[in-house]
């Protein structure tokens, strides 16, 4: 089993950063694909980023490329998801996700395991 825990999140204005963690404990995941998602208010939980457990690979959703940033550390067992230039259309629930299965995946449905998500409010 994997326990994933995020946090780094909060309120911040528009055109602020902020730079979410994820920790992960009980297996490594060094070996793991990793990916944020965000769900707002109302809608669906969307793909943000993926990296590859190399860490070499990493995709992004159309809407944030240029903007946010995904990073591991497989030595922390920690991904982090930087962002910059927030905007207020950012503002979600930010949950981490870890999959064993190749490639980037950008479904929920293809990872095993979730944090419990860290809120990020971005004010206009």
């Known amino acids: 089993q994997v326990q994933l825990v995020e946090s780094g999140g909060g309120l911040v204005q528009a055109g602020g950063s902020l730079r979410l963690s994820c920790a992960a404990s009980?297996?490594?995941?060094?070996?793991?694909?990793m990916g944020w998602f965000r769900q707002a208010p109302g809608k669906e939980r969307e793909f943000v980023a993926a990296i590859s457990w190399i860490g070499g690979t990493t995709y992004y959703t159309d809407s944030v490329k240029g903007r946010f940033t995904i990073s591991r550390d497989n030595a922390k067992n920690t991904v982090y998801l930087q962002m910059n230039s927030l905007k207020p259309e950012d503002t979600a629930i930010y949950y981490c996700?870890?999959?064993?299965?190749?490639?980037?995946?950008?479904?929920?449905?293809?990872?095993?395991?979730w944090g419990q998500g860290t809120q990020v409010t971005v004010s206009s």
């Open positions: 009980g297996r490594t995941v060094s070996r793991y694909t």
């Open positions: 996700a870890a999959t064993s299965g190749a490639g980037l995946h950008t479904i929920p449905g293809r990872y095993d395991y």
